[in-house]
């Protein structure tokens, strides 16, 4: 065995060095893209972060105000029928739910909901961090400001997302380098969906099955 090892190790080494040029091999070059080309929070990488969420078959509904946030989260949470919604305990008040048009329950870090309490709920509303117009993506990171732990928005059936959009970038490093890595992170791109061997869609399996984010300029 050993004998063959050697031939094949010997066959590869000279496979290599035919095709090497002279001085060795030159070093593989890795011009990664930092930055994209489309300013963070501008007219442009909007229209592009709504193009893609709205392909991965989410809604996106567009706000000039806190007060107009509210409207907009207001009419996301009446057309699906969510009466009964949790939210961080930190998240912005103009982003709030009206609390006589439904039930709000309010998440804080100290005594957080049972499992079965958050799959009683219908909707959660949250902030995020940064988004990511190339990819139509939503980064959420655990206990950030306005947007609770994991679990909150991973639950219940019917997430909205209240993306800033000064917090909208075109790539992935540079939302990459926006991120503390030492915190839960989750990436949202579109509701929780999945397909099986024929291809027949089934949403709702991972995570919320319907996404509406509203943009804030």
């Known amino acids: 065995m050993s004998g063959a090892r050697e031939e094949v190790l010997a066959r590869l080494r000279a496979a290599r060095d035919a095709g090497a040029p002279r001085g060795g091999v030159p070093p593989v070059p890795r011009g ?11 007219a442009q990488v909007l229209d592009l972060l709504v193009e893609r969420v709205e392909d991965y078959r989410a809604r996106v509904l567009r706000a000039g105000s806190d007060d107009e946030v509210a409207g907009a989260v207001a009419r996301c949470l009446d057309e699906a029928g969510s009466r009964r919604v ?52 939503i980064v959420l990171a655990g206990g950030g400001p306005g947007q609770g732990r994991r679990a909150l928005t991973l639950v219940p059936d019917h997430h909205v997302c209240v993306v800033r959009a000064a917090d909208v970038v075109e790539t992935v490093p540079e939302a990459l380098a926006r991120l503390d890595p030492s915190v839960p992170l989750t990436f949202v791109s579109g509701p929780s969906a999945t397909s099986d061997i024929e291809l027949d869609r089934v949403e709702g399996v991972h995570g919320p099955r319907r996404l509406d984010v509203v943009v804030l300029r």
């Open 32 to 42: 990664y893209h930092r930055s994209g080309s489309l300013a963070p929070g501008s």
């Open 86 to 137: 949790v939210v961080p305990a930190d998240l912005a008040p103009g982003w709030r739910p009206r609390t006589g048009e439904r039930e709000v329950v309010e998440e804080h870090p100290g005594s957080p909901l049972a499992v079965a309490e958050l799959d009683d709920l219908d909707a959660v509303v949250t902030g995020s961090t940064v988004a990511i117009a190339l990819t139509g993506t």
